[in-house]
Antibody, heavy 120, light 112 residues
Framework: EVQLVESGGGLVQPGRSLKLSCAAS????????MAWVRQAPTKGLEWVAS????????YYRDSVKGRFTISRDNAKSTLYLQMDSLRSEDTATYYC?????????????WGQGTLVTVSS | DVVMTQTPVSLSVSLGGQVSISCRSS???????????LSWYLQKPGQSPQLLIY???NRFSGISDRFSGSGSGTDFTLKISRVEPDDLGVYYC?????????FGSGTKLEIK
C-alpha cells in the first residue's frame, strides 16, 4: 500500500524558514516523480514544486522560485521542501504527492497534508 | 500559464441521478508526445484529494465505473452517474501538460 506521511508543519513568523518532510513507503521511491501541492484555507489546489525521480531536475511555481527548494533522498525514501523567506500567503496545507506512472503528469497518491501557518 | 476554468461552481443532485462537470483550458492540453494530460480529483470533506481520472478518460485504480471522463484539446467533461452519498465533495480538474501545473477552481457537489 502506498503511504505518504508529511511532517514539519507548524506556526512560523514571516521571513523565517521551515523544512517539510514526506516519508514514502509501499513503492519503489526512486522510480517516481514527486511533488508538493498546497491548499490555502478554504481555497483550491495549487501546485508548488516537482522533482524528477533521480532528483536531477526540479520545477517551481514562480511565486516560490528562489525561496523554496524541493529535494529527495532516495536511499531514505523521503521527499523534502525547504521553505525560506516565508510569507503570509504561503499559509496552507502542504500535500506530498506521487506521480502516476513514471512521469510527472498527474498526482496519483496524496499524503494527509501538513499545515503551515505564517504569522507574527 | 494554462488557466483551467471549471463550471459550475456548485451543483446539487439527487441520489441516483447524473451530473456533468465541465473543465476548459486556456490552451490545448495535447502534449508534444501526443498524450493529453487532463486529470480529475475529488476532495471529500476533511480529506486529502484523490485521483479519479487521468489522461482524460482513464479511471484510476479502484475508481467506480460510475465516473467517466471525456473531451479533447481544451474542453473536458467529468460525468458521474448513479450518484451516491459518498460522492459529495469538491471536484478539481488539473492539467499536467506544461509547467506550471495548474488546477481548476473546483466544483462542489452536494446531495439533495
Amino acid at each position: 500500500e502506498v503511504q505518504l506521511v508529511e511532517s514539519g508543519g507548524g506556526l512560523v513568523q514571516p521571513g523565517r524558514s521551515l523544512k517539510l518532510s514526506c516519508a514514502a513507503s509501499g513503492f519503489t521511491f526512486s522510480n517516481y516523480y514527486m511533488a508538493w501541492v498546497r491548499q490555502a484555507p478554504t481555497k483550491g489546489l495549487e501546485w508548488v514544486a516537482s522533482i524528477t525521480n533521480s532528483g536531477g531536475s526540479t520545477y517551481y511555481r514562480d511565486s516560490v522560485k528562489g525561496r523554496f527548494t524541493i529535494s529527495r533522498d532516495n536511499a531514505k525514501s523521503t521527499l523534502y521542501l525547504q521553505m525560506d523567506s516565508l510569507r503570509s500567503e504561503d499559509t496552507a496545507t502542504y500535500y506530498c504527492t506521487r506521480s502516476g506512472g513514471y512521469n510527472p503528469h498527474w498526482f496519483a497518491y496524496w499524503g494527509q497534508g501538513t499545515l503551515v501557518t505564517v504569522s507574527s | 500559464d494554462v488557466v483551467m476554468t471549471q463550471t459550475p461552481v456548485s451543483l446539487s443532485v439527487s441520489l441516483g441521478g447524473q451530473v456533468s462537470i465541465s473543465c476548459r483550458s486556456s490552451q490545448s492540453l495535447v502534449h508534444n508526445n501526443g498524450n493529453t494530460y487532463l486529470s480529475w480529483y475529488l476532495q471529500k470533506p476533511g480529506q486529502s484529494p484523490q485521483l479519479l481520472i487521468y489522461k482524460v478518460s482513464n479511471r484510476f485504480s479502484g475508481i467506480s465505473d460510475r465516473f467517466s471522463g471525456s473531451g479533447s484539446g481544451t474542453d473536458f467533461t467529468l460525468k458521474i452517474s448513479r450518484v451516491e452519498p459518498d460522492d459529495l465533495g469538491v471536484y478539481y480538474c488539473g492539467q499536467g501538460t506544461q509547467y506550471p501545473l495548474t488546477f481548476g477552481s473546483g466544483t462542489k457537489l452536494e446531495i439533495k
